[in-house]
């Protein structure tokens, strides 16, 4: 009696772990050349001309990037982990950005898979807690001082170019935003996704 009642325990712990490292059913993962990852892997996205429409003064930089920690935990995560931006600059010329920065990192991400309505078949990245810190000055500006971004953001994942979009559509799509006080902010930018450990050179895809 004791044997069987340890062999039923020992049985019930294999399939607990089984179940806890297994995706569930419809659930999205990180794969490198169809290849589902395993462990963990570092990607960084590449965006050029992204821009923040931000009330009173769109800020564009011609350069942003993202650094993040992918992993199948058991489904597509990610730990955003830098995120810097480059010569920055906005569409009012009373405004001038004096600094611009990614705050309160980590920012975690998680997939998703729209599978209804207008979106129905995208695969999408939503990165939550989101917290980005600008100072503006000039005479005339009126957002000279500090000014922050937070809140989500949603992109459509690209499997073919490997890249990651956010606009409005997605944001709709995902139900995410981005806010400044109380003012929506609508987020332009496309990352292309390039991996920088083990799975270098190999095309990041989600399925």
Excluded at 126 to 131: A, K, Q, S, T
Excluded at 166 to 178: M, P, R, V
Aim: with cysteine.
């Amino acid at each position: 009696m004791r044997k069987t009642t340890v062999g039923l325990l020992i049985s019930l712990v294999v399939i607990a772990a089984s179940a806890v490292a297994t995706p569930a059913a419809g659930a999205l993962v990180w794969k490198f050349d169809g290849t589902q990852l395993t462990g963990s892997e570092t990607v960084v996205g590449a965006a050029t001309d992204s821009s923040l429409a931000i009330p009173g003064a769109t800020t564009e930089c011609k350069d942003f990037l993202l650094n993040m920690k992918i992993t199948n935990d058991p489904a597509a995560k990610g730990e955003i982990t830098e995120a810097p931006f480059f010569e920055c600059s906005t569409s009012n010329p009373a405004c001038t950005v004096e600094s611009i920065e990614a705050e309160k990192l980590p920012w975690l991400a998680h997939a998703v898979a729209i599978v209804s309505g207008a979106s129905s078949g995208g695969k999408y990245v939503v990165i939550e807690g989101i917290h980005i810190g600008i100072v503006y000055s000039g005479a005339l500006c009126s957002l000279a001082g500090s000014v922050e971004v937070k809140g989500s953001a949603g992109g459509l994942f690209n499997n073919t170019t490997s890249s990651l979009k956010f606009d409005k559509a997605t944001f709709a799509a995902t139900g995410t935003e981005l806010k400044v006080g109380s003012a929506s902010v609508e987020w332009n930018a496309e990352f292309l996704m390039e991996a920088f450990g083990a799975h270098a050179g190999e095309k990041l895809e989600l399925g």
